[in-house]
């Protein structure tokens, strides 16, 4: 039986580097993972001298072959918050001196369910990883491009402005009206406009009239009346729709992205991208946001306080909405990995030739040998895992608490 060693609860890549960190720092470990866990990542883990013990680390039972009772402390890596929540309560609930350091996407929530629940320690990994992703963003770039000497302005994405067309042809049919009216009847032209807006409104105080006009005049005076009727219904239709379906909304962020200068634009509202953006603007860093489903609904819950650019980051178009032109940096951290270096490659291609300081490029990537390969070839992609930055906390934590006067923190990469 093993005793004082640490118990990691799941297999993906976060645990995994929890329990490769652990093991280099001297500690015994114990991983328990699912039957489904793919082999070389078991081999793996037993490379670096833990044991796995498979199954469901929800059984009792299962825990139990980790020898739970002995151990000096359990880390809860799973991405599902319910989970882990449950087996934190169960192991808090059978021995309640036991070292528990949970995984949760909702920081907010931490300090509550330690307190309340007696949970050693709750940590997000998205919360922990965010302020190293904005480290990187705000780092200086390297000068300049050789073949740009002076910024220039990046071509704006086009906008729409074919909703503007009814009313230009309004605009257009009342200028007419004012100046035959003005021609025909001898009116001043307050008095034409005043008497063109009657007919076009179908208002008809009465004081002006056409009765004693020429025949053409008053056929002319029936179209305007129908021409005015379909265009102002045109009008409060299209107006209701442009407020109703977010374009108003969408023109105004972009608007607002247009003015930033030296921002940040981060691509992918997830738990990370939320959680960056959010440290950027508590930093008071101007901040543009790109997700492709994010709604003006969910905007205003998350509450990010800066404009929201809805579409595909991998565009160039969108990402000129988003002021890349003008921006000092770029996070990609969707979660997929090639889009992520796809954002970055747009992102370059876009800019490059066009502005006298170069774009930092900050991504997230999962992939460690694929982000090696990447920093061996080049120096203008800085990418970054979300467990490779919030692992060394986790074991430190429950390092610390475990051991508090005589172990040493693990080193965090920076």
């Known amino acids: 039986m093993q005793q004082n060693h640490f118990i990691v609860c799941g297999l993906g890549r976060f645990g995994l580097r929890i329990a490769e960190l652990l093991a280099k720092a001297g500690k015994p470990v114990v991983v328990i993972t699912t039957d489904a866990c793919p082999q070389d990542r078991c081999d793996q883990v037993e490379g670096f001298g833990a044991r796995v013990v498979q199954g469901d680390f929800r059984v009792a039972s299962v ?42 996407t909702d920081q907010k929530l931490a300090q509550r369910l330690e307190k309340d629940f007696g949970i050693t ?18 780092q200086p770039t390297s000068k300049k491009f050789s073949v740009a000497t002076q910024p220039v302005q990046l071509p704006r994405a086009r906008v729409r402005y074919g909703f503007l067309a009814i009313p230009c042809i309004l605009l257009l049919v009342y200028t007419s009206a004012i100046i035959i ?25 009465g ?33 209701t729709f442009f407020i109703v379906s977010g374009r108003a909304m969408e023109l105004r962020n ?13 691509c992918g509202l997830g738990q990370i991208g939320v959680a960056i953006t959010r440290d950027l603007v508590e930093q008071g860093v101007p901040v543009v946001a790109v997700d492709p489903v994010a709604t003006d609904d969910d905007h205003r819950e998350l509450n990010l306080q800066c404009p929201l650019i809805a579409g595909n980051a991998t565009k160039a178009t969108i990402l000129r909405r988003a002021g890349i032109g003008k921006a000092r940096a ?49 120096s203008d992609y800085i990418l970054l895992s979300e467990a490779q930055v919030a692992a060394p906390m986790f074991a430190n934590t429950a390092i610390e608490k475990t051991f508090a006067t005589t172990a040493s923190p693990l080193e965090h990469p920076r």
Request: proline content about 2%; overall charge positive; aromatic content about 8%.
């Open 254 to 266: 972009e608007f607002q992205a247009s003015r930033k200068k030296d921002h940040v634009v981060v």
């Open 181 to 205: 009216f003005r021609a025909t009847l001898n009116l001043s032209w307050i008095d034409a406009a005043y008497f063109t807006t009657s007919v076009v409104t179908t208002v008809g105080f």
């Open 121 to 138: 320690a709750v940590l997000s990994p998205s919360v922990l990883a965010a302020g190293e992703f904005v480290h990187a963003a705000m």
């Open 330 to 378: 770029i996070i990609a951290c969707t979660s997929n990995d090639a889009r992520n270096l796809e954002i970055g490659l747009t992102a370059q291609s876009t800019v490059e030739g066009k502005r006298a300081r170069r774009l930092r490029l900050v991504m997230r990537c999962f992939d460690y040998d694929l982000a090696s390969r990447i920093h061996q070839i080049s």
């Open 63 to 104: 825990r139990a072959k980790a020898d739970l009772t002995s151990a000096a402390a359990i880390i809860l890596t799973t991405s599902k918050n319910a989970t882990n929540l449950e087996v934190a309560l169960e192991v808090r609930g059978g021995d309640p001196n036991l070292i528990v350091v949970m995984r949760y």
């Open 207 to 239: 004081d002006f009239n056409l009765e004693h006009a020429p025949a053409w005049l008053k056929l002319f005076g029936i179209g305007l009346m129908f021409a005015g009727i379909m265009l102002i219904g045109i009008i409060a239709s299209l107006l």
